[in-house]
């Protein structure tokens, strides 16, 4: 195990041992390394205040951003290495935050702190694996378990309910029973939890390979800080092109999406999102969703507002769930890309593809012919075809030349665009300033 460590964090664990403090690896470094993935990043805990850890680095730059906390980073060779005191903690009155740290020699008290038995075990090179809580157990049965009593363990910070079902999104792991009741009973609390804290960890949730399957178990965890979506569940959708019910449905397209971007998964969890409000029953019993991209748009933005996520990336989810449900020709493929613009393009047939295969089989059997769209993009962007103002034939000088401007000047060249775009006129520059002089 660790055959092979940073040069940095070698010389971090090799100045602690003589300065005779004990030092391990803990955390996912050490969950990771023992499910035979390469850790990204690397946390050593050490039998030792911050006091004596800055003196042990001092000859070495220092952060001391979370000093407080008890981690100092020494920056050793251009290479910062977190190293935090062995530490207890008590009194979790916001629910997120411990009210008191205090520092501790144990490694034991250090490890029972901490949320997830996958994630309270440590590591060093003289002892090997140390861990109290069967965590590496739980990584062979492939179940999330929390430490101590689960309850406890959320009421502390709610947050870890979150970054549970990330965890067990990510690694494919079912939630032990104990664990996952707690998580449900407890789910309420993170309306105390930062937004953007939130988002952070649903994104993290959504773009895993089985976020699929945690929600499907854990619905109530993401209503309880989305309640938009609770109508979702159990909405039917009685029509021989559907399935599932509006939640299964969403739940099944999201397993479909690739690439797993986050702005892709999001806007394929939320494209149906307004069909509760929208749906009615014909007089055969048969579902319809009228003005449902359009009315799913407004509240996407809303629920992702809500979350603070950022203005860029609300925007390009509206205009996916905008226009997911617009069926396209080849010919319409250049309106498409004005609309959308390149960028979205293909993230749009992605979303499309996958919604698809969430139908029933007269759908989903069809999702392949949308590849034939993206060909047809490929042809316009390389033939230079219009699907812009920018590759429009003419421009607002032009317009200026026959003596419009202002209000009328944009008008008239909007105009222009649309009849190009659907093919009315050519993309030719006197054929177009022929149809404005009429």
Request: aromatic share 6%.
């Amino acid at each position: 195990m660790f055959e092979t460590l940073p040069a940095a964090v070698q010389t971090a664990l090799r100045v602690l041992k003589q300065a005779g403090i004990q030092a391990v690896l803990v955390g996912g470094c050490v969950r990771d390394e023992q499910m035979g993935i390469p850790p990204h990043d690397y946390d050593i805990a050490a039998g030792a205040p911050p006091e004596r850890l800055k003196d042990v680095f001092a000859a070495w730059p220092q952060h001391l951003a979370g000093e407080k906390h008890g981690t100092v980073t020494p920056v050793i060779d251009g290479v910062p290495v977190e190293i935090t005191s062995f530490r207890t903690e008590s009194g979790y009155r916001d629910g997120r935050h411990p009210d008191s740290v205090s520092f501790t020699a144990s490694l034991e008290e250090d490890l029972r702190r901490r949320d997830f038995t996958v994630n309270a075990m440590a590591w060093s090179p003289d002892d090997g694996l140390t861990d109290l809580f069967g965590g590496r157990e739980d990584l062979e049965n492939k179940v999330l378990r929390c430490v101590g009593t689960p309850e406890v363990r959320f009421r502390e910070d709610a947050l870890r309910i979150l970054r549970g079902l990330r965890f067990a999104a990510r690694l494919g792991f079912s939630v032990e029973e104990e664990t996952a009741a707690a998580m449900h009973g407890c789910a309420f609390l993170l309306a105390n939890i930062s937004r953007e804290r939130v988002c952070e960890e649903l994104t993290g949730l959504i773009v895993a390979p089985h976020a699929p399957e945690t929600l499907t178990a854990f619905p109530d965890v993401l209503f309880a800080v989305i309640p938009e979506l609770f109508p979702m569940l159990h909405c039917p959708q009685k029509s021989i092109y559907h399935i599932y019910d509006v939640w299964e449905h969403s739940l099944h397209a999201l397993a479909e999406v690739t690439p797993r971007t986050p702005r892709l998964c999001w806007a394929t969890l939320l494209h149906d999102c307004a069909k509760p409000m929208t749906r009615h029953r014909d007089r055969k019993g048969f579902d319809h969703y009228p003005g449902h991209p359009q009315a799913g748009a407004q509240l996407a933005d809303s629920i992702l507002k809500s979350l603070h996520m950022p203005a860029a990336m609300i925007r390009d989810i509206r205009t996916l769930v905008l226009w997911h449900d617009e069926r396209m020709t080849e010919d319409q493929v250049p309106l498409m890309l004005w609309r959308v613009g390149p960028p979205l393009f293909d993230d749009l047939i992605a979303l499309q593809k996958a919604d698809m295969l969430a139908h029933a089989e007269l759908i989903s059997r069809k999702a392949h012919e949308l590849d034939r769209l993206l060909v047809r993009r490929d042809q316009a962007i390389k033939n230079g075809e219009c699907i812009g103002y920018a590759t429009l034939a003419v421009s607002g000088d032009d317009l200026r030349a026959l003596g419009l401007s202002g209000e009328e000047l944009g008008r008239t060249l909007e105009w222009a665009l649309m009849q190009v775009l659907t093919g009315s006129l050519p993309n030719e520059k006197d054929a177009i300033l022929r149809a404005i002089s009429q």
